[in-house]
């Protein structure tokens, strides 16, 4: 299949997810489902791909899916959207200009440039992550909080890196891009059930609960 009819079929694909939730919105969707309409709708047999859709729904275009991250009632592969409203700060995304881009690859010489303690993930573009699996694609991350309006910095390569997909990933959940802080409450909702319980004992003794044997919480 061609680069661009592969595109198409990816965009509806988002497009048919995107309908069954806004149908459906306050109703649980389960994964059987998701593929399914893409299946129905596309024509394609079989469809892997439906996660990365949820996932451009959510950090490209804004909406609120929830999961089993987020409500303890959802069951694995159950997503769930209560609301049609996006959130305004993904509706905006801007892009460095095709030669900033160019030059801020060189720079990076096609390695990611997330660093952690001093150290740099380096994965090179194209080549296979050894960590998360698939090809590595690097792609623009505008590093100054968003508050500066990144518009007034697509021509200037300082102003940007390059991220290979894990660290977009990290990046946009753990780092709050308006304020340059860590963002605790996607680090803890992203979180297994078993950290979040812990998370949740630290929180009531912080806050003065205890928690009695038949797990009743009163106030010390
Ligand atoms: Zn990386």
Not at 4 to 25: E, H, M, P, T
Not at 85 to 96: F, H, L, Q
Not at 122 to 136: K, R
Not at 203 to 213: E, K
Request: glycine share 8%.
């Amino acid at each position: 299949m061609r680069g661009d009819a592969l595109d198409k079929k990816r965009n509806s694909g988002r497009a048919i997810v995107r309908q069954l939730f806004l149908d459906n919105l306050g109703k649980v969707i389960t994964k059987e489902e998701l593929i399914r309409a893409i299946c129905e709708g596309t024509g394609l047999p079989d469809y892997e791909n439906w996660h990365q859709r949820l996932s451009e729904l959510r950090t490209d275009e804004g909406y609120t899916i929830l999961s089993r991250r987020d409500r303890r009632d959802l069951r694995p592969g159950q997503y769930l959207m209560l609301s049609s409203e996006r959130r305004e700060a993904a509706a905006k995304r801007v892009r460095p200009t095709p030669s900033t881009w160019r030059a801020v690859l060189t720079r990076a010489q096609s390695r990611c440039e997330w660093q952690e303690e001093g150290v740099r993930c380096g994965l090179m573009d194209g080549a296979t992550d050894t960590v998360g699996g698939g090809t590595v694609k690097l792609t623009p991350d505008h590093m100054r909080p968003h508050s500066v309006d990144p518009r007034s910095h697509a021509d200037d390569p300082a102003q940007w890196q390059a991220l290979c997909g894990r660290h977009q990933v990290t990046k946009r959940n753990y780092w709050d891009s308006t304020t340059g802080k860590l963002n605790v409450v996607a680090i803890v909702q992203a979180a297994s059930g078993k950290d979040k319980a812990v998370v949740f004992r630290m929180l009531l003794a912080y806050f003065g609960y205890t928690v009695d044997a038949n797990g009743n919480v009163g106030k010390v």
